[in-house]
């Protein structure tokens, strides 16, 4: 093992675009093809498999300071949509950006918060001439492919072990009665690199057609976080933190983003500029069950940016009604007990990192509230300020009053 780590840190840098790019390429004497480990109605996701036959091996100790290889995001949907992989790599660079610019009161509010990251930016690539000989090392790569497309480069995020995987799987369609469905997924390779995603707005036997997961994905419904003993108010801290964090820091209406639970990123792709806060869900803990684990967002393609005012918050509340049930849902928490603690839970952690982001925003860009009682804000600074203060507040009511008109992010 610590051969291979040798090997393979000589060969790649977490920080350095062109080493990623390389592992996707011929340009390292190789030309196995790449492994399809995820897809959707956008494109397809691939992965250099050869350089870590066993992904598992990432859990060891010393494994953690291996580079981890990057994903290709390949476009392969509507020619009229394409431009999309192009819109979510200029909302990752703003994204990080946002984290670096901001930094100091980043750590101030997210500090001691469970970590939420955002997978590492490397490159996108264009269909046009600049990037043609790229594509001319990765298409013999890709099964099928014969002319350059447009793809994103970004680091991988690595899925829990395959053990826990495998019972994740199994709890949710025993509770389906799904043996068949089971089976042949457990046995299915290709489904092996999936990740989690933790819907805390459903549950499995309220699904229209009890759906475990999907290609690259099983679903956490919050019902089996309950049988399996995991504390959903933990994850749906960590969720409210994350929303706050796109929502005021980036400041984007958070469109169609995902929410994953997958394990930490290795000491090896560590940085500043791609997480907020801290803690880590441990194996010691009520999480202990699922290992070592974090919370990730993915997926900025749909994301835009708007505008500190209420019609931009009226973007992000029509937003928080998305395709995935990954928050609490105020509108089942009117009927269901353990639904509205969640609710509860999730509505006053959001309100209060907001409240702390929002405090801070204020005072960097208006200077702080009664600095001086001889010098106070002008008159116009201080309505500004209230405007960005009530914010948050208006966020929650919109999406308490939207609740009954909405179907609640349920999965078809």
């Known amino acids: 093992m610590l051969d291979q780590i040798e090997q393979l840190t000589e060969k790649l840098s977490a920080n350095h675009p062109l080493r990623w790019t390389e ?5 390292q004497s190789n030309s196995q093809p790449l492994d399809r480990i995820g897809s959707g109605s956008c494109g397809s996701v691939w992965v250099d498999s050869s350089l870590y036959p066993n992904i598992d091996d990432y859990n060891t100790d010393s494994a953690a300071y291996l580079p981890v290889p990057p994903a290709l995001k390949l476009w392969d949907g509507p020619s009229s949509k394409k431009l999309q992989i192009n819109k979510e790599a200029i ?3 703003h994204i990080m950006s946002r984290i670096r610019d901001t930094r100091p009161w980043v750590d101030q509010v997210f500090g001691d918060s469970f970590r939420v990251n955002i997978p590492r930016y490397v490159k996108c690539l264009n269909d046009g001439p600049d990037d043609r000989k790229l594509w001319d090392k990765i298409i013999p790569r890709i099964p099928h492919m014969s002319k350059p497309s447009r793809a994103l480069i970004s680091e991988r995020i690595l899925p829990l072990s395959l053990p826990v995987r495998r019972m994740l ?3 949710a369609e025993v509770a389906r009665n799904k043996a068949t469905a089971k089976q042949r997924l457990v046995d ?3 489904n092996e690199p999936f990740l989690v995603r933790p819907y805390l707005g459903q549950k499995i ?3 229209p057609k009890g759906f475990w997961g999907s290609p690259g994905n099983v679903f956490l419904y919050i019902d089996l ?3 399996l003993g995991l504390d959903g108010k933990e994850y749906a801290r960590a969720m409210a933190d994350g929303l706050a964090f796109m929502l005021w820091v980036c400041e984007t209406n958070a469109a169609g983003v995902d929410f994953v639970i997958a394990r930490p990123r290795p000491v090896a792709n560590t940085g500043k500029d791609l997480s907020v806060g801290t803690k880590t869900f441990t194996a010691s803990g009520k999480e202990g069950i699922l290992g070592e684990h974090e919370m990730w967002i993915l997926d900025f393609d749909c994301c835009k940016r708007i505008f500190m005012t209420p019609e931009g918050v009226e973007e992000a509340v029509e937003n928080f009604w998305g395709k995935d049930p990954y928050y609490p849902n105020p509108k089942t928490a009117k009927k269901d007990e353990r639904d509205a603690v ?3 839970v999730f509505k006053e952690r959001f309100l209060e990192t907001s409240e702390k982001v929002m405090r801070l925003k204020c005072d960097s860009k208006f200077g702080k509230e009664q600095e001086s009682p001889q010098e106070p804000l002008p008159e116009e600074s201080q309505q500004a300020r209230k405007v960005l203060m009530s914010l948050p507040e208006l966020f929650i009511k919109r999406v308490e009053e939207t609740a009954e008109d909405s ?3 349920i999965s078809m």
């Open 91 to 93: 909302m990752y660079r």
């Open 169 to 171: 799987v199994i709890k």
């Open 407 to 409: 179907s609640g992010g």
């Open 205 to 207: 036997q309220n699904t």
């Open 188 to 190: 299915d390779k290709g």
């Open 23 to 27: 592992q996707l390429t011929t340009s």
């Open 342 to 344: 969640l609710w509860k």
């Open 225 to 227: 976080m309950e049988e």
